[in-house]
C-alpha cells in the first residue's frame, strides 16, 4: 500500500477520534431558563352551519340543574327574581355568512317566582269628608271626663297664676296625658304667662287647643305613600286584645268600598280562633281572605299571601298578626321574621307598619308602642276605643314621645267609625267646651 494513503487514513482516524472526545453532550435548561414554547397546532377550520340546523341540546346533570334553578329562584341575595324571557335576537340561528357553528344549550328549569305587577299604580290614599260631630260623638266620654275637668280648674278664674298651673298639671296626668308631654303643656303654659299672654280663662283654653294641635301635627307622609305599585302592603301589629283584627276587617271594608282589590293574610296563626275571626270578616265585607293550615309559621302565611298579591293582581293585602306582649323577646323576633317574609315576595313590603293601641289602656300603650317601635319600623298608629274611656289623653302622649303619626282612630263598633285621623278636627272636637257625655 502507499505509504502516503497510510499517512492520510492515520490523520482521519486521529481527528475523529479527538472530535469524539472533545464534544460536549446535550444540556439541562438552568433553573431561571424557561424551555422554548410549543409551536402551536393549527386550529381545525370551523364546521360550517347548516342551514336550518338546531343548536344541539346537552342534558345537563341532576345536580347542576339542581343548582342552577336554585340561583334563578333566589337570585344574587336569596330574594325571588322573576325569570326574564329571551329575546327573539338572542335565539335567532347564526346566519350562514358568519359560519358559526351552533352552540349547546343546557336544559335547567325555571323556578316560579311571583311576578311583580306591571305598571299598576298604588291605590290612592283613603278619604274621608270631614264629620267633626261623628268625632265629638266618640269622644263623649273623654270630653265629659277629663277634659271637662280641665276646663273647670280655671273656668270662672278672674286671676290666672303660677299656682294654677298646678292644678292643671295635675289634672292632665289624671287623664293619661303622660309625665313628659304634661310637662310640655305646662312649661308653655308658664312661658306665655311670663310674657303677660294668659289674661283670662279663654286665653289658657285656647294655649292649649294651640298646643295639643302641634303635637298630633306630626310630619308624616300620606298613608300608604311608599308603595310606588300594588299591591300596597299593611301588616297590622299590637298586643292581644287591642282590636288589630277588628281593626283589619274595618280598613279592608275602607279600601273595599273604594274600589281596590283586597286580600287579608291570616297570619294570626296561634289561635284557631283568629283565624276563623277574620274569615267571618272577610265574607262580612266582601274580601278574600289567605289561611294556611294549622300550625303554619305566621312568616310563611305573610309571604304566601304576598306573593298571591302580587301575582293575582291584589291592589291591597293586608296582615293580621298574632298578639305580640311587647316584653316577650322571642315573639317579637317572630314579628320580625314575619316582616322579612313580607319583603322577600314584594320588594320593599310592608309598606306600612300600623300598630293598634287600645285607648283604654292608658299609660300601658305608652310601654306598647316603645317596645314595637324600638323592635319595627312602626309606620304609624291605630287608636281604638276611645269612645270606651273618660281619660283618652294617651294620643296626645304617643304623638309627643314617639313622634309617630295617628293613622286611624276607632270611636265606635260599626265599621264606619274607624275613621282618619285629622290633628285639626280631632282637637276641634276635643275641645269643645261645656258638652259633656251625653253630645
Known amino acids: 500500500m502507499d505509504p502516503w494513503l497510510i499517512v492520510l487514513l492515520l490523520v482521519v482516524i486521529v481527528g475523529i477520534a479527538a472530535f469524539l472526545l472533545t464534544r460536549k453532550g446535550p444540556q439541562l435548561?438552568?433553573?431561571?431558563?424557561?424551555?422554548?414554547?410549543?409551536?402551536?397546532?393549527?386550529?381545525?377550520?370551523?364546521?360550517?352551519a347548516e342551514p336550518g340546523a338546531k343548536p344541539e341540546v346537552v342534558k345537563a346533570p341532576a345536580a347542576v340543574v339542581e343548582l342552577v334553578a336554585e340561583a334563578v329562584a333566589t337570585g344574587p341575595v336569596g330574594e325571588a327574581t322573576p325569570a326574564t324571557p329571551a329575546t327573539a335576537a338572542e335565539t335567532a340561528p347564526a346566519p350562514e355568512a358568519a359560519q358559526v357553528a351552533p352552540l349547546a344549550v343546557v336544559?335547567?328549569?325555571?323556578?316560579?317566582?311571583?311576578?311583580?305587577?306591571?305598571h299598576r299604580a298604588a291605590p290612592a290614599p283613603l278619604s274621608a269628608p270631614r264629620d267633626v260631630g261623628a268625632i265629638k260623638r266618640g269622644l263623649a266620654q273623654t270630653r265629659g271626663?277629663?277634659?271637662?275637668?280641665?276646663?273647670a280648674v280655671f273656668s270662672g278664674r278672674k286671676e290666672i297664676d303660677p299656682a294654677l298651673l298646678e292644678e292643671i298639671e295635675e289634672t292632665l296626668l289624671t287623664g293619661d296625658v303622660g309625665v313628659v308631654t304634661t310637662r310640655r303643656f305646662v312649661d308653655g303654659l308658664r312661658e306665655r304667662l311670663g310674657r303677660n299672654e294668659l289674661a283670662d280663662a279663654d286665653k289658657v283654653w285656647d294655649a292649649l287647643r294651640d298646643d295639643s294641635r302641634r303635637i298630633l301635627a306630626v310630619d308624616a307622609p300620606a298613608f300608604g305613600a311608599s308603595a310606588k305599585q300594588s299591591p300596597l302592603v299593611i301588616l297590622m301589629v299590637g298586643v292581644n286584645g287591642a282590636g288589630k283584627t277588628t281593626t283589619t276587617a274595618k280598613l279592608a271594608g275602607r279600601y273595599k268600598a273604594a274600589g281596590q282589590k283586597v286580600l287579608?293574610?291570616?297570619?294570626?296563626?296561634?289561635?284557631?280562633?283568629?283565624?276563623?275571626?277574620?274569615?267571618?270578616?272577610?265574607?262580612?265585607?266582601?274580601?278574600?281572605?289567605?289561611?294556611?293550615?294549622?300550625?303554619?309559621?305566621?312568616?310563611?302565611?305573610?309571604?304566601?299571601?304576598?306573593?298571591?298579591?302580587?301575582?293575582?293582581?291584589?291592589?291591597?293585602?293586608?296582615?293580621?298578626?298574632?298578639?305580640?306582649?311587647?316584653?316577650?323577646?322571642?315573639l317579637m323576633e317572630e314579628l320580625r321574621k314575619t316582616r322579612d317574609a313580607a319583603g322577600k315576595?314584594?320588594?320593599?313590603?310592608?309598606?306600612?307598619?300600623?300598630?293598634?293601641?287600645?285607648?283604654?289602656?292608658?299609660?300601658?300603650?305608652?310601654?306598647?308602642?316603645?317596645?314595637?317601635?324600638?323592635?319595627?319600623?312602626?309606620?304609624?298608629?291605630?287608636?281604638?276605643?276611645?269612645?270606651?274611656t273618660a281619660k283618652g289623653g294617651v294620643i296626645l302622649a304617643v304623638a309627643d314621645e314617639f313622634k309617630l303619626p295617628v293613622r286611624f282612630i276607632g270611636v265606635g263598633e260599626k265599621a264606619d267609625d274607624l275613621r282618619d285621623f285629622d290633628a285639626t278636627e280631632f282637637v276641634e272636637a276635643l275641645f269643645s267646651r261645656g258638652e259633656g257625655a251625653d253630645a
Open 145 to 151: 271626663g277629663f277634659m271637662q275637668r280641665l276646663f
Open 345 to 388: 315576595a314584594c320588594p320593599g313590603a310592608p309598606h306600612e307598619v300600623l300598630l293598634v293601641l287600645d285607648a283604654v289602656t292608658g299609660q300601658n300603650a305608652l310601654s306598647q308602642a316603645k317596645e314595637f317601635r324600638e323592635a319595627l319600623e312602626v309606620s304609624g298608629v291605630v287608636l281604638t276605643k276611645l269612645d270606651g
Open 29 to 48: 435548561p438552568e433553573a431561571d431558563e424557561a424551555p422554548a414554547p410549543l409551536p402551536p397546532k393549527p386550529e381545525a377550520p370551523a364546521a360550517k
Open 264 to 330: 287579608l293574610a291570616a297570619a294570626d296563626t296561634f289561635r284557631a280562633a283568629a283565624v276563623q275571626q277574620l274569615e267571618m270578616w272577610g265574607t262580612r265585607v266582601g274580601v278574600t281572605v289567605h289561611k294556611a293550615k294549622d300550625g303554619a309559621k305566621p312568616s310563611a302565611v305573610v309571604y304566601e299571601a304576598v306573593a298571591r298579591g302580587v301575582s293575582e293582581g291584589f291592589d291591597v293585602v293586608i296582615a293580621d298578626t298574632a298578639g305580640r306582649l311587647q316584653n316577650k323577646a322571642p
Open 107 to 118: 336544559e335547567a328549569p325555571v323556578a316560579a317566582a311571583p311576578a311583580l305587577a306591571a
